[in-house]
């Protein structure tokens, strides 16, 4: 299983691990208190995530600290064209670790092990924090697509 073990500025440890689903009620939490997450737009029940869990083992990940609770999340997902990115969230407190950084560089080795090579975010408008972290990862925005979404 893939684990880290860093260090942070003040002494503090942190690690990654695979998502679970008993750690659905925890990642849930930290998603509802995360401005942006707009949690309302995907399926984000137990089930939906499962699902999600099931079908991408090696990119839905946490980072935990020493007692094992959460205090990030990141998911990736594919179609096996793509990869995606979903619900990258921080603990407001352990943020300018570089924790959601070091997420979101695991999915990605993850992703080019499978050989996909182009991922996406889909960043709610108001989200200025989200905005921010990813154009500081060297992310751009796509002004030649407009995305639509339907509910079933």
């Not at 503090?12 to 401005?35: K, V």
């Not at 999600?52 to 179609?79: F, H, K, R, W, Y």
């Not at 570089?98 to 408008?125: M, N, Y």
Request: hydrophobic share 40%; aromatic share 10%; with cysteine.
């Amino acid at each position: 299983m893939m684990t880290d073990i860093a260090h942070s500025k003040n002494d503090t440890t942190w690690r990654i691990r695979r998502m679970t689903p008993e750690d659905y009620d925890d990642a849930y939490a930290l998603w509802n208190r995360t401005p942006g997450m707009h949690l309302h737009s995907l399926n984000n029940t137990y089930g939906g995530i499962v699902r999600l869990l099931d079908a991408n083992p090696n990119t839905c990940l946490v980072a935990v600290d020493g007692n094992d609770s959460i205090v990030a999340t990141a998911l990736g997902a594919t179609d096996g064209r793509k990869g995606y990115l979903y619900h990258i969230a921080v603990d407001e407190q352990w943020r300018g670790q570089g924790i959601g950084s070091t997420l979101v560089h695991r999915i990605e080795d993850a992703f080019q092990a499978i050989g996909i090579v182009k991922v996406g975010i889909l960043v709610v408008a108001d989200n200025e924090d989200g905005k921010r972290f990813w154009k500081h990862q060297g992310w751009k925005t796509r002004p030649d697509v407009v995305y639509f979404d339907h509910d079933l």
